[in-house]
C-alpha cells in the first residue's frame, strides 16, 4: 500500500516536471500559446466593453476614468502578451530548435524562466483590476508626468505601480527568453543546417530576438526612472513648477519628452518584435501552400535584417508633434520611409512567390492571404504617418488607430491563427476542421476590414482616440453613426472567435489523427512524427542537405525534406 | 474557394476605395493660410497611396488566379533584375513623396514670428484650456504657477502679482482671434501633457509641462470652430474642449477693451 502511493506520487511529480516546471522547450512554448490565449480573450472582451461604451454610453455604464483603464490595459495585454509573446515565444520557443534540428534551446533554464517571469508579469498586470483606484488610465505608452504622479487621476497610484512593475517583469522576462533565440540558432544548428539553409521562421525569430534583448534593455531601465519618480524623490521626467488639482508639485528639473524618448525607443523596435515573426511565418507559408520557393531567399533574409536595424531609428515619427525639435522630424521622416522599402520588397516577393504555384488552399493558406491584403492595407497609411505635415493632422485621432490595427494587429493576429491552424497537428497531434476554420477566416477577414477601414474617415474627419464619451465636442458627436458601424462590426469579429475556440478545444480532443507531415512540408520539425514525442530528435540530430524551400516545378518530383539524403546532381542553392 | 477569395478581396478593395470616394465623413472645410497646401498634400497621398492599395490588392487577385505553368523560364528561386527594378520603383515613389512634403513642414513649424503676429499663451490645465492675451503694453507678465495659481480667486495661471507688465493680461475661456492675422502661440502645460488640435485650422501641437513651444497659424476665415484635446491627459480629457472664435479687425479690438476693462473692474474691487 505504502509503495503503492509513493509511486503514484512519484508519478505526480513528474508529470508537474513534465507539463508545468520543464525546461522542455516545446511545453514552455505551449505555456505560452495559452497564456497568450488567455490575455486575448481578456483583451477581446475589454475591446467589446469600450466600443459598446462609446456608442451606448448606458450599455455598459462606466466611469471616465474606467473606460481610459480599459484602453490601458487592452493595449498592454494586446501588444505585450499577445503580439509579442505568441510569435516569439510560442511559437518561436516550440518550432526553433526543431526546424534547426536541436534537440533543445541552448539554455533551456533561461527559457523556462522566461516564461515564469512573463506570467508573473501578466498576475501583477491583472491585479491591478482589484486595487483601489483601478488600474493606470494613462494608456500603454504611459506618458509622464500623467504617469509620474499618483495625484493625476485615479488609477494613478497603486494601478500605475502594478503596470510599472508588471512591464518591468514582462522586459525581464523577455530579454531572459531573447538569449536563447540569439544563442541558439548560432549554436544548435543540426549538421549542415547552413545559415542559408535556415527556414525564415529561424531568421525572423532570431532578429528579434536580437531587437527584444536591446529594446527591452531601455524600456527596463525607463520603466525604473518612472518607479524612482514616483517614489524615490527623483525627477526625470518631471519638470519644476507644476501644480495639480490646485496643490504645487514637489519636484523639478525633469523633461517629459525624456520619457517620449526612451519609451519610443523600445516602443517602435517592439512594432518589428511584433510583425518581423509574422513576416517571417508568411513567407514559410506562402512557400510551402504554393509548393513552390520562397521567392528571392536571401533578400528576404537581408529585407528581415534591415527592418530589425532601421527599426531602431524611426522612434521620432511618433513625436512630431511632442515639441521635439522640429528638424529632428526630418530626419525620423526620411528614416520611417526608408523601412518602407524592404518591407514593400517582403510584399512584392510572397506575390512572387504565389505566382504560378500550385496554391493549395488550406485554413493556414487563407490566413496568410489575408495577412497579406491586411498588411498592404495597414501598412500604406505608413508614409502618410511618416510625413511630419500630414501626421500633425491626424496624430493622436483614428486614422492612426486604424493603421496600426490593421498592420500590426489584424495582420499579426492573421499570422497567429496561420500558424495555429498550421502547427496545431504538430503541438497536439490531432488535425483542426478545415470548415469551421474557412468560416472563422471569412468572419475575421470581412470583420477586420469593417472595424478597421471606417475608422480612417474617423480620424479624417478629426475624431481624437480615447475620448471616454463623444458627446463633449459638437463636432465629435457628429460621427456617432459611424462609430457605430464600427462597434457592431467589432462585436461580430469578436464573437466570430468563438468559432476559433470551438474548433481549437473540440479539435484538442476529436479532431482527427495527423500523419507526420500532413502538409508535405519540408522543414525538420515535420521529419517526426505528430505530435512531437517528448525526446524530440532525440541523441540522433538530423543531417541536412537541403535548403528550406525545396519544392519541384515538376508536381511528380513533390518536394525535398531538408533531411532527406543529398541527391546526386545536388547544386548548392 | 479560389474564385471565392478572389471575388472576396475584389469586393472589399472596391469597397475601401468607394468608402474614400463616397466619404460621408471628411476633412472639416480649411480655415486656415497653409491648410490649403496641406490638403493639397493630402489629397496627393490619398491618391498616389490608394492606387497602390488598389495595384497590390489586384495583384493578389491576380496572382492567386494564375495557375501553376510547366514553363522553365518563370523565375524558381528568384530574379535580381526584377527584385533590384521593384525596389528602386517603390524607393522613387516613396522617397519622392517624402521629400516633396518636408518643404510643407518646414513651413508649418517656422510660422515666422512676423512683427504683426498676435501673441497668445495657451494653457493647459486637467481639464480646461486658457488663453491669455499680453494686454495693451504687448508683454505677457511673470507666471509662477506653483506659487500664485489660484482658480478660484481669479488667477488660475498664476500670474505674479508683483509683474508690473501682467496687470493688464487679459485671461479668456475663449480663443478669440482676428481674421487673416498670424497667430503666434506660445503653448504651456502646469500639470500633464495636453495637445491642442483646431481641424479646421489643420493645427496640432502638444502643450508640455516646463516647455514654452510656440507654434501658429493664420486664421483666413470667421467663424466658431472647436478646440479639442488630443493628448490623454486624464480623465477628464474627452471633455476638455474649448471655442475658437475668428471675428474681423474691428470686432477683436473691440472685444481687447471689452475684456480689458472688466479685468480692470474685476482688480478693482
Known sequence: MRSDSSISQRLQTSRLRRYIFTTDHKVIGIQYFFLSLAAVLIGAVLSALMRLHIVWPKAPAMRPETYLSLVTMHGTLMVFFVLSTVPQNGFGSYFLPLQLGAREMHFPRLNAAGFWITLASFLVLIAAFHVPGGPSLAGWTQYAP????????????????????????????????????????????????????????????????????????????????????RHA?????????????????????????????????????????????????????????ARKPVFSYK????????????????????????????YAGFAFSALTTAIAVPSAVEVFNWLATMYRGRIRYRTPTLFSIGFISLFVAGGLTGPVLAQPALDAYVHD???????????????????????????????????MSERLGAVHFWITLFGAYSTFMPMHLLGIAGHPRRYAELTGVQY?????????????????????????????????????????????????????????????????????????????????????????????????? | MSTVLRLAIVAIALASAGLFLVHPWWFPAAASAQSA????????ALWILGGLFLLSQTALVLVLS?????????????????????????????????????????????????????????????????FRYPGADGVLGRVQAAKFARPDEGNPLGIDPTDPTGRDDIVSSALVLPVDRPVDLILRAQDVIHSVFIPEMRFKRDAVPGMDIHAGFTPTRTGSYELVCTQLCGLGHHRMRALVRVVSEAEFKQWLKVQSSARLLSSIH
Not at chain 1, 533578400?299 to 512630431?320: E, K, R, S
Not at chain 1, 464573437?495 to 470551438?502: A, E, K, P, W
Not at chain 1, 541536412?544 to 519541384?552: D, I
Open chain 2, 37 to 44: 497646401a496641406l490638403d493639397r498634400r493630402f489629397y496627393a
Open chain 1, 146 to 229: 500623467l504617469s509620474a504622479l499618483a495625484q493625476a487621476g485615479p488609477g494613478q497610484g497603486l494601478g500605475t505601480d502594478l503596470w510599472l512593475v508588471s512591464i518591468g517583469l514582462f522586459s525581464l522576462g523577455s530579454m531572459v527568453s531573447a538569449v536563447n533565440f540569439i544563442v541558439t540558432p548560432i549554436l544548435r544548428r543540426a549538421p549542415g543546417m547552413t545559415l542559408m539553409r535556415m527556414p525564415l521562421t529561424c531568421w525572423a525569430w532570431f532578429v528579434t530576438g536580437v531587437l527584444i534583448l536591446l529594446a527591452f534593455a531601455v524600456l527596463l531601465a525607463a520603466a525604473i526612472m518612472l518607479m524612482c519618480d
Open chain 1, 476 to 573: 465629435v458627436a457628429a460621427m456617432a453613426p459611424l462609430q457605430k458601424f464600427v462597434t457592431v462590426a467589432a462585436i461580430v469579429t469578436i464573437c466570430g472567435q468563438i468559432v476559433f475556440l470551438m474548433n481549437f478545444f473540440w479539435s484538442l480532443r476529436k479532431g482527427p489523427t495527423a500523419e507526420a507531415n500532413p502538409w508535405e512540408c519540408t522543414t525538420l520539425e515535420w521529419s517526426l512524427p505528430s505530435p512531437t514525442p517528448a525526446r524530440g530528435f532525440g541523441d540522433k540530430a538530423p543531417v541536412v542537405s537541403h535548403g528550406p524551400y525545396e519544392y519541384h516545378s515538376q508536381p511528380e518530383r513533390g518536394y525535398v525534406m531538408q533531411n532527406a539524403a543529398p541527391r546526386e546532381d545536388q547544386t548548392l542553392i
Open chain 1, 233 to 289: 524623490g527623483t525627477s526625470f521626467f518631471v519638470p519644476g513648477g507644476l501644480v495639480m488639482s490646485g496643490k504645487p508639485v514637489d519636484h523639478r528639473g525633469g523633461s517629459p519628452l525624456l520619457w517620449q524618448h526612451l519609451f519610443w525607443f523600445f516602443g517602435h523596435p517592439e512594432v518589428y518584435i511584433a510583425i518581423l515573426p509574422a513576416m517571417g511565418l508568411i513567407s514559410h507559408l506562402v512557400s510551402v501552400f
Open chain 2, 66 to 130: 494564375r495557375s501553376q505553368a510547366e514553363d522553365k523560364h518563370s523565375s524558381w528561386y528568384g530574379n535580381w533584375k526584377i527584385e533590384v527594378a521593384w525596389a528602386l520603383v517603390i524607393t522613387v515613389i516613396f522617397f519622392g513623396f517624402n521629400i516633396s512634403g518636408e518643404h510643407l513642414w518646414s513651413r508649418m513649424t517656422s510660422p515666422g514670428r512676423t512683427a504683426d503676429a498676435l501673441q497668445v499663451e495657451v494653457t493647459g490645465v486637467q481639464f480646461q484650456w486658457y
Open chain 1, 299 to 326: 533578400v528576404m533574409v537581408a529585407a528581415t535584417i534591415a527592418i530589425g536595424a532601421l527599426g531602431f531609428m524611426v522612434w521620432g515619427h511618433h513625436m512630431f508633434v511632442s515639441g521635439m525639435n522640429p
Open chain 1, 397 to 431: 485621432t483614428y486614422f492612426v488607430v486604424a493603421h496600426f490595427h490593421l498592420i500590426m494587429a489584424m495582420a499579426g493576429l492573421f499570422a497567429i491563427f496561420a500558424a495555429t491552424y498550421f502547427w496545431f497537428p504538430k503541438m497536439f497531434g490531432r488535425m
